[in-house]
């Protein structure tokens, strides 16, 4: 039976290591994600899992000791924010490119400089090409389920790739909140037990891993990942159709919120799309004819799929917690590749980026009123005002 | 039984390190490995830190290594092996797979030891996985074209120490890294070279039997950094231990000892003359130079002695 | 050199399955020098298989004999050579310095192009 409790999102996701039972955490503390290692390191100090918990000097030997515990057939997993996946950074390529099925709990938060604890996705965003599954959540129950999933994504056959879970920092990592937590049997019996193909530790066949490759093979490989990330969509929403069925849920590439009808839509991911769904209501209150889409699954990133949701809308606004500097426009990320996929799949919808709450600042329910009001005048008049907006910044 | 440290012996046990691989001529690399492998029955588990050792031995689709063996990164080394390591702990606890008594090593250069993998190392061994990280000391990164680290001697010419006409070579005196590691308290840390097989080798049983993290620095001479023919290497490796440049001891639970004294301490510049890298100190106005390394190995090893009760 | 293969037919990560296969990657046509064996003076202390950098000294152990070198491999560097207590025997009862190819000698390096079976 499940139960429902009031937990953090950092909580959510500790609850969800201890009932998945990894073989090996390797963390490092870094704020807004301690809590979740804090926690796991309670359950690992109580006997309530049989997981080795290395408490490693730096985020980078995090990612190395993951490696190695992986490439051992070992089921692994770690969380970090920011600049601890900053200083991760040379071996997050690397758990993805060795083709380890680790499971990062990523708690977004601004990267420095200045230094800054509070949430937004500077740092996801940077390891977009790293050739990590990503996943994005609104909430602690999004952000358990889907690091249940994220096991059986990660630890698939076609795809063997690693997965970050992304949750906002403090938003969701500290607000309390109520969260299904199902029965500690049936999330086990879902993971199911990891047979890895391949182990360093198999004595008997010793293998070499992370040779020297050269002009002559390293494009090869790179060319399997391309594979595996085609594969992972599917497997994806496999994985989330199972998921659905058996915990009643509602899981898919991405949640359209009041979508089909609408004329207008905006693009959120992580917690802003909670409140985002707060002002469709009281717009379709008034009759407006708004709505949402919410990405969950940003790598790989299903384009067809978000066209295909968005192409009858008259306009669209992405709203998104980072820039991409220097880039057309210094556009966020997410818009700028919602908007190739929009105009290479030919659907051409007048588009307009919103960067907003860098470095924690507050979004508010009235600011998102007016997006969705900026893109129903552009729906009218067919005519983007402004390209990219920065959200609330003083000027 | 443990395999009997005789060359007899040796020659019977299952080859770990293939030819083939692509070490330079002469390289003293590969006989610091064969010599730290062929010590250890038991099964082992190799992690090697960016370097000459892990780029010239696996080249794809070849592999010199006949055991199971992992490159991450440059600076991982210890870290990834405290990740096999935690994970054979979980996996055998867990009866997921057999307890097979399996030996942790970890390779690195004194690039990857000394500085950029010192971090992850010193955690690793505080930690206290059950592994032994073997630095193959050269005294300078070699494989990315002889460039000076904090293992490098004083005085010696590399490409980002070169012997200017202002600056003679490297100003620093290199970096005690054993006494280091023997400061973290772990239950075995030694100082070896391949000239002293049978001390190297023994020093290897017990590093992997000790129980928690081990530390061996073993000097590794690279004839292409170091200046010499390529059939001197271990002829030089003994001269840098007989001037008491790279002494031989142990520290085992807190416990300094000598392993070998040379029955005549020679002066340090019959090292240096034989390697082209120290040529320029041999110039009027560098032989003070000299002078300071030789009091610095004086000191060194006086300080040694004390440690080890000898003095 | 092996025929490159396509992506779908090489295994993911880099990983190498075939152990010690660089045995099948020959080195010695890096040689510039080759030692050369004199089998009579041999007293099989294997001081050269030890400090072989290639692995290159070709042992029976069974018999426990010194057979030869690893010419596929050997790189020619004269380590064994520059360790053998036979040779450095020859050289201290010659008292003059020995040619590196002399024939008292029981490892010999010889030049690759003057060398003659």
Not at chain 2, 121 to 144: K, P, W
């Amino acid at each position: 039976m499940s139960k429902f409790e009031a937990l953090t999102g950092n909580d959510a996701v500790a609850t969800a290591m201890r009932q998945i039972n990894p073989d090996v955490v390797a963390a490092y503390p870094i704020t807004p994600q301690t809590s979740t290692v804090q926690k796991f390191s309670e359950f690992v100090a109580d006997g309530l899992v049989d997981t080795e918990f290395v408490t490693v000097e730096s985020e980078h030997s995090a990612m190395s000791a993951c490696v190695g515990a992986a490439a051992a057939g070992a089921r692994v997993m770690t969380a970090t924010s920011a600049n601890g996946l900053a200083l991760m950074w040379e071996i997050v390529y690397i758990a993805a490119s060795n083709r380890l099925p680790i499971v990062m709990s990523l708690v977004n938060r601004a990267l420095s400089a200045p230094i800054n604890i509070h949430c937004d996705h500077s740092d996801v965003m940077g390891m977009r090409d790293s050739g990590w599954i990503i996943l994005f959540s609104e909430n602690a129950q999004e952000a358990y389920d889907n690091f249940i999933q994220a096991v059986r994504i990660a630890e698939h056959p076609d795809v063997l790739l690693p997965v970050a879970v992304c949750q906002d920092g403090f938003i969701t990592s500290h607000g309390m909140e109520r969260v299904e937590i199902y029965d500690d049997d049936e999330v086990k019996a879902f993971v199911g037990e990891y047979r890895p193909q391949w182990s360093i530790l198999d004595i008997d066949h010793p293998k070499t891993y992370g040779p020297l490759d050269f002009y002559d093979y390293y494009y090869e490989h790179k060319r399997q990942q391309v594979e595996a990330m085609e594969n992972a969509l599917r497997v994806i929403q496999e994985v989330a159709e199972e998921f659905n069925r058996k915990f009643n849920r509602t899981y898919g590439l991405f949640e359209a919120y009041r979508l089909d009808d609408a004329e207008v839509a905006v693009v959120v991911v992580n917690s802003t799309a909670g409140t985002a769904k707060a002002v469709v209501d009281q717009l379709r209150a008034e009759g407006l004819r708004v709505g949402l889409l919410k990405p969950r699954v940003f790598r790989p990133f299903p384009a067809k799929e978000l066209v295909d949701a968005l192409r009858h809308l008259k306009a669209v606004a992405v709203m998104d917690r980072a820039i991409s500097f220097g880039s057309m426009n210094n556009a966020s990320p997410l818009f700028l590749e919602l908007a190739a996929a929009m105009t290479l799949h030919g659907v051409q919808i007048p588009m307009a980026d919103y960067v907003f709450g860098l470095g924690g600042r507050d979004i508010l329910p009235r600011e998102i009123e007016s997006v969705y009001r900026d893109m129903l005048r552009t729906a009218e008049t067919g005519q983007v005002e402004r390209m990219v907006t920065y959200l609330s910044v003083r000027e | 039984m443990a395999t009997k440290l005789a060359l007899k012996e040796l020659i019977k046990q299952p080859m770990r390190l293939t030819p083939g691989h692509r070490l330079c001529a002469g390289c003293g690399a590969s006989i610091v490995v064969r010599q730290v492998l062929m010590a250890i029955d038991d099964p082992v588990v190799v992690t090697n830190a960016t370097g000459c050792l892990e780029v010239a031995t696996t080249i794809y689709p070849y592999t010199a290594w006949n055991v199971p063996w992992m490159h991450n990164a440059f600076e991982n080394a210890a870290s990834t092996i405290s990740g096999i390591e935690a994970a054979y702990r979980a996996l055998v606890r867990q009866g997921k797979i057999p307890e097979r008594n399996v030996k942790f090593i970890a390779f690195g250069g004194d690039g990857g030891t000394y500085d950029i993998g010192l971090q992850a190392l010193s955690g690793a061994v505080e930690r206290g996985h059950q592994f032994l990280y073997i630095c193959y000391d050269n005294g300078a990164y070699m494989n990315t074209g002889i460039q000076r680290s904090s293992a490098t001697p004083m005085g010696a010419h590399t490409t980002t120490s070169p012997a200017g006409k202002k600056i003679p070579g490297k100003q620093q005196f290199r970096k005690d890294l054993t006494a280091i590691m023997a400061a973290h308290g772990i239950p075995y840390v030694a100082q070896a070279a391949p000239s002293h097989w049978r001390d190297l080798m023994k020093k290897v049983r017990k590093a992997v039997d000790c129980g928690g993290p081990a530390f061996i620095n073993i000097l590794s001479s690279c004839n292409r950094g170091w200046r010499h023919a390529t059939d001197e290497t271990i002829d030089i490796t003994q001269l840098a231990v007989d001037t008491c440049y790279w002494p031989l001891y142990e520290v085992e639970d807190g416990e300094w000892r000598l392993t070998y004294k040379p029955k005549e301490k020679k002066p340090v510049e019959e090292w240096l003359k034989r390697q082209g890298r120290f040529r320029h100190l041999f110039r009027p106005e560098n032989r003070h130079i000299i002078d300071e390394l030789q009091a610095e190995v004086d000191r060194r090893w006086e300080r040694l002695l004390r440690l080890c009760g000898e003095a | 050199m092996a025929e490159l293969k396509g992506w779908r037919d090489i295994p993911i990560g880099g990983m190498i399955l075939e152990a010690g296969n660089a045995v099948q990657y020959p080195t010695g046509t890096w040689r510039a020098f080759r030692p050369v064996f004199g089998e009579a003076k041999c007293i099989h202390c294997f001081t050269c298989w030890l400090y072989c950098p290639d692995s290159s000294i070709l042992v029976d152990p069974e018999n426990e004999k010194m057979l030869g070198f690893d010419l596929e491999h050997c790189k020619g560097c004269g380590i064994c050579a520059a360790v053998c207590p036979v040779n450095a025997k020859v050289q201290r009862e010659a008292g003059e310095t020995v040619e590196r190819d002399d024939p008292r000698l029981c490892i010999r390096m010889v030049e690759e192009g003057k060398f003659q079976e």
